[in-house]
């Protein structure tokens, strides 16, 4: 029994929730009498509630993505069905924004929007005193990050053994590229970094060798980004046969040569970056208030293609306000020139908050109401088109992403 349950639907079970534990880590007294329960969508709401009510909670925390919140708001709806004094706060990118039109919110008792480290400590304190807040939304507290303990001890010698560890250097990104959540941050905030390689050496000791780091933009500051590579170079040079698979978020178009060195010392399966090119096309980048230095882009993966063993995974976005199928297919041919290893064929979806929305009546955006809010048609793509390239985004997936067929690609 315990008196916090912090849960959440994850899309699979190699993705351990770097959210819960951060809010675990920052519960101070209280950490004793909470527990992380995790669950995988999919799975049947009747069997998720049953094992939620197990440990008879007090105060249950349930973190929203977009990727679940179907699901669990059918599991918020039974739960206050089934136990009626159960104190239910939810939390997560989905519910910071739009909170009055979802019915999850409306079902639940409290919603923290932003921020939730200090902020669900505190109410979850209040609570189990006794105190019910007459505010149902709370405005997250944003406190300095050094301010913060270090979520990474949460995670359990299951999850050190089977599942990607999700790991951040930095929260926050400075670019306000308008289809992201991110564009409302004001900058980028570094975690203090020698705590954080701490941590990182407590979980290498421990066994863990699958990191995934969720920086926005890992290569911002370059004397952290070569600190932690070093950390890692280190960790080769003493097990070669242990190495460990590190993914990084990378931007395009800042490659300088000190990092160059360094990510080239890497052996084959061990780096992988994801690098968000979006689009190629200068009008459509100025629309979307996305800064990008084309040419040094295309310079850069060049190089990495070259010059590293990388696995390079590149995200283009299909559906931008007012590009059409012709502006996207030159970029897509530019990147396939390029060969990353992998093309992620995105397609353009309204995250709740971001302020791509702006752009909806200008350029005849039509976006699914329900989750994931893909878009159907602009003015410039009509819905059949749309569909083709949906399709094509799967065929590509399929064929040349795989690796499975290099002939017939």
Known sequence: MSDIVLATLNARYAHASLGLRCLRANLGALRARSVIREFVIGQKTEEIAEKLLLDAPRVLGLGLYLWNVEESTRLVAQLRLL???????????????????????????????????????????????????????????????AALELPYEEYDDADVRQRFLYVEASRGCPFKCEFCLSALDRTAWPFPLEPFLAALDGLYRRGARQFKFVDRTFNLRIDDSLAILEFFLRKLEAAPDD???????????????????????????????????????????ARISRRQKNEVAIENLRWLRAHTTAHLHVDLIAGLPGETVEQFAAGFDTL???????????ILKRLRGAPIHRHTKAHGLRFNPEPPYNILATDTIDFPTMQRLVRFARYWDIVANSGRYPRSL
């Open 83 to 145: 136990d009626p004094d159960l104190v239910i706060v939810l939390g997560g990118p989905e519910v910071s924004h739009e909170v009055g039109e979802q019915r999850i919110c409306a079902l639940a008792d409290y919603v923290i929007t932003g921020w939730g480290d200090v902020s669900f400590a505190q109410l979850a304190a209040g609570l189990l005193a006794g105190e019910r807040p007459e505010q149902r939304v709370i405005a997250g507290i944003q406190p300095p990050l």
């Open 336 to 346: 396939v020139s390029l060969a990353p290893h992998e093309i992620q064929f995105g």
């Open 243 to 285: 190495p460990p698979f590190l993914h990084f978020e990378l931007v395009p178009d800042h490659l300088p040569e000190r990092l160059k060195s360094v990510v080239a010392r890497f052996p084959s399966g061990t780096l992988q970056f994801e690098i968000g090119i979006q689009t190629f096309d200068p009008e459509v980048q």
